[in-house]
């Protein structure tokens, strides 16, 4: 049975469900766990069909949310499925669209099975950071598919650098059988240690890579990697052994065949390549950590990132001298508009990062002010902060709170397009109130710039605007700061900042370098110094000015005095 709903609520999807069940007779006793499954809508049918098949093992009422993008509808519509279309639970699918989308736990929340775990599954691409996701944040297991996504390395990479207990991936689940064949080779008699290992597949798989680290690390011997084409991800694996080589190798989808020393005859094992509901069912059996895959995917991937890589190989820097201060904001705010009017046009939609201090304050309204007066759509204009004082929501410390009025009443920009940081009045802690800024990052897109390779096609940003501190500082990334150097995540709590108040929130290196013009307000004599240097060699670590470079243009506006130390 299928009840469908238009423009609907979860209050109201909640007492459709109490019906529905009420009609059928059917019972929640032998729900077991919630299943949240995140579905793109053209992944959405085999999404369902794998989450029903899962159920029949593991009874759970599952939670689809399809998010609809690319609409200005502002609504939630919802399906309710119980008995033969539900498989052994309660199937609701959530379609949030607009604004809504941005509280899918929210939308959940009312819906979850009480007193049982919560798993929830990305059947496509998963967020860069899956425990902070919004979602995630309130999951016990959190199971996402690498080869999903368009990059599954540069995924299982990030998901390695941002592994939290509760995680786990299905690019793992994918080895439970060789892991197991293995085992029963190695223990065959005579039983001796390898002295090394090949592996044979597509390098850079993930199946591969994560295999790899498991030999490596439980066998301590030395793992060779052969990079060969198939149509399988993972060939074969030979143990070297004093006494002769062990070698599992597939030859088909559904036969491996296993050849040991002393045997003329090898033996063929049936070892189907695993489907969707067995991998997903695999993983619905534990709601516990599994400490052996985060051993595994954290030793695969060690995070030794330069954060200057993210600004290296970008255009140099160019600098537009102006006359005084004020020549600066208008030449600077102009600037600004102008690029995001081309963004708008060219993409429907534009994302800046504004700074704050007078000058970033002032370049704030003028911004605000010719917005006002051209014919740029504002309505498709999204504005973030790159870094913000954690203090109370009305305090005159925020960088928010003097531009505000010139973005919305004066421009025009609605206000849900004006993504303030949270302030400490809001009943969040500091560092949730990063992850919580980073989350509303990842639901507007900006996971598919959290790469050192960011180019003009992947930038999140259309714009960002970055003072400088008289120590080089930008944003809330300071010299020599123990919180300066995370580049995993979008958004960073900051702590004992060298500058008063001590608790902030900033944007990282990776979300800074995400933009296509970068634009740097630099006024006084006092700053001369630092801007010249801020030219040279990348060096987020002593000069965090010098780090944060656009994929089409770094641009310093500069009054005289600032300007003073540059080499003409």
Known sequence: ??????????????????????????????????????????????????????SHEHPARII??????????????AEVRVGADAGAGELIVLRPSGLVVNGMDTLITPLLLPDAPIVTWWSAAPPVCPSQDVVGALSTRRITDALAADDPDAVIRRLSHNYHPGDTDLCWSRLTNWRGLLAAAYEQPPISAPTAVTIEGKLNKPTVTLMRQWLADFLCVPVTVKDTDGDFGLISITLHREDGDITLRRVSPHTVIVSTPGETDDQSVTMPVRTMHDLLSEELRRLDADDIYGRVLTAAFPHHVDVKDFAT????????????????????AQFSVEMIDEAVRERGIAHI??????????????????LHSTDVAASKVHVWWGDERFVETKSDDRNDRPALSALTLTAGIPVYNVHSMPASDMGMELDDAAAWYGQQLSLLGADSAHTEETDEERAFFDVVLLGMGEDGHIASLFPDHEDAGDATR?????????????????????????????????????????????????????????AVRGTVSTTWFLDPEAASAIEH
Not at 7 to 30: F, K, M, P
Not at 364 to 370: D, F, N, Q, T, V
Not at 491 to 518: C, D, F, G, Q, Y
């Open 1 to 54: 049975m299928i009840h469908t709903m238009k423009d609907t609520t979860t209050s109201e999807v909640s007492r459709v469900l109490i019906e529905l069940r009420e009609d059928t007779g059917l019972v929640t006793l032998g729900r077991v766990a919630t299943l949240v499954v995140i579905s793109p809508e053209d992944h959405l049918d085999d999404s369902i069909d794998v989450a029903v098949h899962a």
């Open 64 to 77: 689809v949310i399809v998010p609809q993008g690319d609409t200005d509808r502002n609504a939630l519509d």
């Open 313 to 332: 190989g970008k255009p140099a820097p160019s600098d537009i001298r102006v006359k005084d201060k004020d020549d600066l904001i208008e030449h600077a």
């Open 353 to 370: 990062a504004m700074t704050g201090g007078r000058t970033g304050t002032q370049v704030a309204r003028r911004i605000g002010e010719l």
């Open 490 to 546: 979008s958004a960073v709590s900051v702590r004992n900042s060298p500058k008063p108040p001590s608790e902030r929130i900033s944007l990282t290196w990776p979300m800074l370098n995400a933009a296509r013009h970068v634009v740097f307000l630099v006024a006084g004599e006092e700053k001369a110094e630092f801007a010249a240097r801020a030219h040279g060699d990348i060096d987020p670590v002593n000069l965090p000015a010098s």
